[in-house]
């Protein structure tokens, strides 16, 4: 439950928790029965009827009007669910789903509610029924969608595929920006889904640093998690060869590369290069 309700008055949501929440003559008056404050200031339950008294529950601000089809007052901010609020089966309390979206949720099932979420302070004036808080401010700082912790939600979801879960923006304005990253030295990430790793021998795992040793180019023709050894080092122009999961054996036919053919097709002539080794030249028959 995250604070408002339309029990005082069927339709009209209003928030009735923290400054939002807090009607007029229960304002700063900490001499006010603390049993009915608790019950407007943070959803205590009060017997049978629900979480308020009376008018308190039809003093906090007024944020919404009607079923799904109703629409936020000028100023409010909403966040329903599809088809929501529907007051199926006389659904008086707001609260929140897994995913932040807003359903209307029937009293009588209160003790089903796991959780709450109240407010003191920061604007307006205050409204706190325990004198211990009372003037204190508290403040959601932070917001790490990976800390959660069920079947289906994001820490979950990454680690039951291996991989880890990152949260760019903490905070409550920056929803669903969670994502899955794969274990190095996978690469790989993926917004809102786990992520398809994938591990490419030139950028993590040797490949690269044995071909570029040898002045060559890596390639890997197979980049799925968990095939090794097939990364390939290229000799670089005018040399030639290749060698897979090793530095090639490099060569360099003058016939093919170099001019030599030029001279000898030039004259009418075959061109025969009895040595390609690199670096040895001028051996052109």
């Known amino acids: 439950w995250i604070g408002a309700t339309d029990v005082g008055a069927e339709g009209r949501w209003r928030w009735v928790v923290g400054p939002e929440g807090c009607p007029a003559s229960y304002n700063t008056d900490v001499t006010a029965d603390p049993y009915l404050r608790a019950a407007c200031d943070i959803g205590v339950q009060t017997g049978e009827q629900g979480f308020c008294h009376g008018t308190q529950c039809d003093e906090g601000t007024l944020f919404w009007t009607g079923l799904a089809s109703g629409a936020a007052e000028p100023g409010q901010f909403s966040h329903w669910a599809w088809g929501e609020p529907n007051d199926a089966g006389g659904e008086d309390f707001m609260h929140s789903r897994w995913n932040y979206e807003w359903n209307d949720y029937p009293g009588y099932l209160w003790s089903q509610i796991t959780g709450f979420v109240c407010e003191w302070g920061g604007v307006g004036e205050l409204c706190v029924g325990d004198a211990g808080v009372a003037r204190d401010q508290l403040f959601v700082t932070e917001l790490n969608e990976c800390e959660a912790s069920c079947a289906t939600c994001e820490a979950d979801v990454c680690s039951a595929a291996g991989q880890t879960c990152e949260d760019a923006v903490r905070d409550i304005e920056h929803l669903s920006d969670w994502k899955c990253v794969c274990p190095a030295p996978q690469s790989g990430e993926a917004m809102l889904a786990t992520a398809a790793c994938y591990q490419d021998e030139c950028v ?82």
Request: one cysteine or more; proline letters at 5%.
């Open 204 to 285: 993590h795992g040797g490949g690269n640093d044995q071909c570029v040793s040898a002045g060559q180019t890596c390639s890997d023709p197979n980049t799925a998690a968990g095939v090794w050894g097939d990364f390939v080092c290229t000799c670089p122009f005018p040399q030639s060869g290749t060698a897979t999961g090793a530095a090639a054996t490099c060569t360099q036919d003058e016939c093919a590369h170099g001019g030599g053919k030029d001279l000898c097709v030039d004259a009418g002539q075959e061109c025969n290069d009895p040595d390609t080794a690199v670096g040895e030249r001028e051996s052109v028959v």
